[in-house]
């Protein structure tokens, strides 16, 4: 697991060092800094490719940051030519990445003394690092299909994947014990397929799955139901699940050991819905997946909050919460919240989730004084 995540001379930040937990959420003023940390990590496991001496700037994971020039940090006291991305694991190694920005033309960053060895999370096989992006994909009639081995697939950045992944994994892998629905625990509901339908349906509504996959195509599709009710074409059952459809599969199916970032995982919810996600992903970091979380929601942070207090899944120390501001010069100021047993938090910075209190305080005044 990482533990700690240091940033020099990548965009916003001319040196930044962030701690990590089982469970860490990114939140805060848009624009912050919060993409760039998720941006780190995804260049760092490019980075980690096998036999890999530079690092695309565009292309994987959806990036599309243009060249040298435009990532580099340009209020850095200290050499502008490289980019520095270090990670403390939780066994005390240390692994460090240098790209050469020299050029900054460069659309491709060479490795400078790449490391001999990188954890399991960032040079493990693609299921060990997933990373789902705020633009998933919505309904769709069909999908495409990956050309990678059954063995080494995952969702795909956009959740492109999914209905591969189910065809070829739902009843053959089961889900670890710790990651499945209270609801759902005999030998056959431990089934990858099953386990994915119970959160699903716990998550966003009563959802049964079915899967087609045409191989000689490179198509594949998802059709849904209400248990009991008629399949349908994935446009007929709402955005809601086919948004978490992507974060609640990969969830269950990333390893223990590997690493999850989902941006947004709010997304068309209901508010119930969001909690329930945040719950959900506490449970992935129980059982050994490192989840990095990118939220708006306070929702999102409720269902944490109670999946600390309420139901104690997760230590109060195996969470915490980066707020992203900005200071009056522009510059990214950033606040970290830890939690307390009782899913309470250790500070509530202004603008921090606040801007339903300011709402009703401001609705409160309205009636006292009504506007003439």
Same mark, same amino acid.
């Given at each position: 697991?990482?533990?700690? $995540? ?5 965009? !916003? ?10 469970? %860490? ?27 890999? !001496? ?20 340009? =209020? ?12 403390? #694991?939780?066994?005390? %190694? ?11 033309? &460069?659309? =491709? ?7 001999? /060895? ?10 060990? *690092? ?49 990651? #499945? ?9 431990a089934f990858l397929k099953y386990q994915v339908e119970a959160w699903l349906s716990d998550i966003a509504r009563?959802t049964e799955i079915n899967t087609d996959w045409f191989p000689n195509t490179s198509v594949t599709a998802l ?10 074409? @994935?446009?007929?059952?709402? *955005?809601?699940?086919?948004?978490? &459809? ?9 390893? @223990? ?9 709010? @997304? =068309? ?7 329930? #996600? ?7 970091? !129980? ?39 900005? /200071? ?5 100021? !950033? ?17 921090? *989730?606040?801007?339903?209190? $300011? ?13 003439r």
């Amino acid at each position: 697991m990482i533990t700690t $995540l240091q940033i020099t001379g990548f965009k !916003r930040f001319a040196s930044c060092s962030l701690d990590l937990a089982p469970l %860490t959420v990114l939140t805060g003023l848009n624009g912050a800094g919060k993409t760039t940390v998720i941006q780190a990590l995804l260049l760092a496991r490019e980075a980690s490719t096998p036999g890999a !001496r530079t690092v695309p700037l565009n292309g994987p994971f959806g990036l599309e940051l243009g060249s040298a020039q435009d990532v580099l940090n340009l =209020h850095t006291a200290v050499d502008t030519s490289e980019i520095v991305l270090s990670m403390l #694991m939780d066994d005390g %190694t240390e692994v460090r990445f240098l790209l050469d920005a020299r050029d900054e033309t &460069l659309l =491709h960053l060479p490795i400078k003394d790449p490391p001999k /060895q990188v954890p399991q999370a960032l040079g493990g096989p693609h299921r060990a *690092f997933t990373y789902l992006c705020a633009e998933r994909l919505g309904p769709r009639d069909v999908l495409g299909a990956s050309a990678r081995p059954a063995d080494d697939l995952s969702v795909g950045v956009r959740g492109e994947f999914c209905a591969q992944v189910l065809a070829l994994h739902g009843l053959k892998e089961k889900v670890s014990p710790g990651r #499945m629905h209270p609801e759902r625990h005999g030998d056959v509901d431990a089934f990858l397929k099953y386990q994915v339908e119970a959160w699903l349906s716990d998550i966003a509504r009563p959802t049964e799955i079915n899967t087609d996959w045409f191989p000689n195509t490179s198509v594949t599709a998802l059709r849904f139901r209400t248990p009991g009710g008629d399949w349908v074409r @994935a446009p007929n059952m709402g *955005f809601g699940v086919s948004y978490s &459809l992507p974060i609640v599969l990969a969830g269950l199916f990333t390893p @223990a050991g590997g690493l999850l970032i989902v941006e947004n995982p709010e @997304a =068309h919810l209901h508010p119930a819905g969001q909690s329930r #996600m945040g719950t959900f992903l506490a449970t992935l970091a !129980r059982d050994g997946v490192q989840v990095l979380v990118e939220t708006h929601s306070d929702h999102v942070l409720n269902g944490i909050r109670r999946a600390i207090g309420e139901h104690q899944l997760l230590g109060a120390d195996q969470a915490l919460v980066h707020f992203f501001d900005m /200071q009056a010069g522009g510059q990214p100021e !950033r606040s970290t919240l830890r939690f307390t047993p009782a899913g309470g938090l250790s500070d509530w910075p202004r603008k921090f *989730f606040d801007q339903y209190q $300011l709402d009703v305080a401001a609705l409160a005044r309205v009636r006292r004084s009504p506007p003439r």
